[in-house]
């Protein structure tokens, strides 16, 4: 494996990388490996994850109270 150094990095964003890796139950190191993986690798997420997200937020919307006269008034507003 590959060795890295980052140099002069600011301290309030050394102070940010430090909580979170205290967070995360990880090492500096590792905290940082993570943020980059997370940047720079893909995840690929499959057709049921978006389902089940997709499901899970439309179960926190309410539902509209438009009827179809309140959309069809709305689309024909302004035309002539």
Do not use: F, W
Not at 23 to 52: F, T
């Amino acid at each position: 494996m590959a060795a890295l150094t980052i140099k002069n990095i600011p301290d309030d964003l050394y102070e940010h990388l430090k909580r979170a890796a205290k967070a995360h139950h990880r090492s500096i190191n590792g905290e940082l490996i993570a943020c980059l993986e997370s940047i720079l690798l893909p995840h690929k997420v499959s057709p049921d994850e978006h389902i089940q997200v997709a499901r899970a937020l439309r179960d926190r919307v309410k539902p509209s109270t438009l009827t179809i006269d309140d959309i069809n008034r709305a689309k024909n507003e302004g035309r002539s």
